[in-house]
């Protein structure tokens, strides 16, 4: 069996045959960072420093050429073929919450947006859920399919779990969601997942962008910091195309009112709603580097569609932001759409 070594702790455990070496540092209790599970986000990249991977799952399209060039390996695709070493990030503080299976029951159902449903589940066995703010739940559908939502605050007092989710064209369980889910339906989840949680072992001002339901995650964050009672800056940009998908704008203008240190910058694609609404027109990583064109003294958090998550990296690095220092989720498909999408390129392009 071989034996994967984290150089940084000196951690080490034993990965079974064919176990990417995410699901083996899970099954040692090891948090290591990932969002996607599919291999095209990236955020779960590491480098190998001895030994050799396979790719036998999905292909890593989620590493650069240059960090192939430079051993990086992506966790969640690479199967170890013999004993390895990696540099890898470690999140403690996701380690010691147990992962469960919960049957849950809609408590609240709501529009927060014309294609933004708001979901509140409580655990059917009245069993308080644990979970970090910021990390995501997957929701287990009848066929064993899982499909990942992030869920939108810390803990909560009267046990509920809030889901912001976008209803996509096409898209089977968020437009069952949409069209039917009803208050008292049955939905079965696992949680905690994720590890885009509050990094407090620092004193850096944050910035956080969110495109669409990204909202939910960093909501969570930034309810966290507030409550903390922080003092770090927080500049937060939330990018949509409307003023009607800003759907908790007013949630975010009340920090901001509240708190001297949080700004909040909505800014929405479409020019004409811009213009209407007198505010920041473009898109939203763009706006974020305007403002802050060396991101060499921040930590900066971001959730939402890849596209966004994906043209954010490269440019926020290239503004000097430090790799380690950028904690994002991208809103992918499920680990299993992607894989069928990525056997159908493969059919195409050679992939
Ligand atoms: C970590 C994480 C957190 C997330 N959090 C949130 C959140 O808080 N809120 C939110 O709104 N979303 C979130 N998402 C995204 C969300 O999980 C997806 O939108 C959801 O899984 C879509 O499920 P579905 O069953 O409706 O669509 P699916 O049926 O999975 O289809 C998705 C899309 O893929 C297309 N498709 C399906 N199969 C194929 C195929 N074989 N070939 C080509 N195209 C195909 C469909 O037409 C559709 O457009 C998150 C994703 C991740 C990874
Ligand atoms: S590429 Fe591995 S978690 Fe996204």
Redesign the pocket.
């Known amino acids: 069996m071989p034996t994967v070594t984290l150089i940084a702790s000196g951690k080490r455990f034993d990965a079974a045959a064919d176990e990417t070496v995410l699901e083996a540092a899970q099954r040692a209790g090891i948090a290591l960072p990932y ?2 599970r599919g291999g095209v986000c990236g955020s779960c990249q590491a480098t190998l420093v001895e030994g050799d991977c396979r790719y036998p799952y999905n292909p890593p399209v989620g590493l650069s050429a240059s960090a192939r060039a430079h051993h990086g390996i992506l966790l969640c695709q690479a199967v170890p073929c013999g004993d390895i070493a990696i540099q890898a990030r470690e999140i403690a503080s996701v380690e010691d919450i147990p992962h469960r299976r919960v049957e849950t029951e809609v408590a609240e159902r709501r529009m927060l947006a014309p294609d933004v449903v708001g979901l509140w589940l409580r655990p059917v066995d009245g069993e308080p859920l644990r979970w970090l703010p910021g990390q ?1 739940l997957d929701v287990v559908l009848a066929d064993g399919k899982h ?4 869920i939108a605050s810390g803990p909560r007092p009267d046990g509920l779990v809030e ?4 209803h ?8 069952w969601v949409y069209d039917s889910l009803k208050v008292g339906d049955r939905l079965t989840i696992e949680a905690p997942l ?1 590890t885009f949680v509050p990094r407090e072992d620092s004193e850096r001002p944050m910035l956080f962008m969110a495109g669409g ?1 990204g909202f ?2 960093v909501k969570a964050v930034v309810e966290h910091f507030i409550a903390l009672g922080s003092r770090r800056p927080m500049h937060l940009y939330w990018g949509v195309r409307t003023t009607e998908d800003l759907y908790l704008a007013d949630l975010a203008r009340g920090w901001a009112a509240k708190v001297p240190t949080i700004t909040f910058t909505p800014v929405l694609s479409d020019p004409d709603a811009a213009r209407e609404a007198g505010l920041r027109e473009g898109l939203v990583h763009e706006a974020l580097l305007a403002d802050h064109p060396d991101l060499s003294g921040f930590d900066l958090y971001m959730s939402g569609p890849p596209g966004m998550v994906a043209a954010g990296r490269d440019l926020f690095f290239d503004a000097k932001l430090p790799e380690d220092r950028l904690f994002y ?6 680990p299993d ?1 992607l894989a ?2 990525l056997r ?1 390129r493969a059919g195409i392009h050679g992939l």
């Open positions: 969002s996607c995501y499909r990942p939502f992030s889901l912001h989710v976008r996509v064209p096409g898209g089977g369980f968020t437009s994720g339901t939910a995650p989720d991208s809103f992918d498909v499920a759409v069928a999408i159908g």
